[in-house]
């Protein structure tokens, strides 16, 4: 039987108009994740645009929903390696998904930028009840941050200030898992308007395949609900582990999401 909610083409997927829908939903939330707490959100000719100086990952620089005629969005890439040069990044990053043109490939290609991972949006279903996690508290940063970095190559200093923004903001729930003096791992999240976000789950690499991973998943799950979530989103890379963790923690894809990149080094102020 087919399902009236799936691409007939691609049965992972949802149908065009379902997934537009639902990547206008999870954009707008992230856009609103990425502003947290200094950063801005606009309109940079035909796409959505973050930036934040003070977010030092690309979550909160970045653009999407790239929608127009080809003359347009080819002109908007041009117009974001300005936009993101000026606020002090190295990289223009778009994250093109159902709510961007379809042949933002070709153009992208022709104005000098690179698609740079395939991910997925998914959703997550049902409810969860936590166990072994607790809230994180200030205490903790320093731990979260060492993890963060070692996890993205990332500086800890710059991270801890960024996480401790991040916690400071009642969106923004953290759940962490402790192993004796130390932090086995933490969960970050985002909830407004009704949409959660998983962001982070990071697990310290003694402690893998032992559950801790699905513990702190479910536990930020469980916190963007009762922020009043309806629904519940994350990324994932394309394949792989990620893709079957989300899968094994009770989250369904949604439909694809390309990142392209473009150096911009040679504009910054």
């Given amino acids: 039987m087919v399902d009236p909610l799936r691409d007939p083409d691609d049965p992972e997927l949802l149908d065009p108009y379902r997934a537009r829908e639902l990547a206008g939903l999870v954009e707008a939330a992230r856009l609103a994740a990425g502003a947290v707490r200094y ?3 606009g309109d940079v000719g035909c796409a959505r645009v973050v930036v934040n100086r003070d977010n030092p990952l690309p979550q909160g620089n970045h653009a999407c929903a790239l929608d127009g005629s080809s003359a347009e969005v080819a002109g908007t890439l041009l117009r974001l390696e300005q936009a993101f040069a000026d606020a002090g990044r190295a ?3 778009v994250y093109a998904s159902p709510t961007t043109v379809a042949e933002i490939e070709g153009i992208a290609d022709d104005a000098g930028w690179y698609a740079v991972e395939e991910a997925l949006a998914v959703v997550h279903r049902g409810r969860v009840t936590p166990t072994g996690v607790r809230p994180a508290v200030d205490a903790d940063l320093a731990g979260m941050a060492a993890l963060l970095a070692d996890d993205l190559g990332a500086e800890p200093t710059r991270l801890a200030r960024h996480l401790g923004q991040r916690l400071d903001d009642p969106r923004c729930p953290f759940v962490v898992v402790d192993d004796g003096d130390r932090l086995a791992g933490f969960a970050a999240g985002f ?3 009704g949409v959660g976000l998983v962001e982070h789950v ?3 690499p003694a402690r ?3 559950g801790v ?7 930020v799950v469980a916190a963007v609900r009762g922020m009043g979530a309806a629904l519940v989103a994350g990324h994932v890379p394309e394949g792989g582990a990620g893709e079957r963790f989300a899968e094994a923690c009770g989250f369904e894809t949604g439909y694809p999401v390309t990142a392209y990149a473009r150096r911009v080094d040679e504009l910054l102020d």
């Fill in 39 to 41: 950063g801005k959100v």
């Fill in 202 to 204: 990071v697990v310290r």
């Fill in 91 to 93: 990289e223009a990053v």
């Fill in 191 to 193: 909830a407004e308007r």
């Fill in 208 to 210: 893998r395949r032992r």
């Fill in 213 to 219: 991973g699905t513990a702190l998943a479910h536990g």
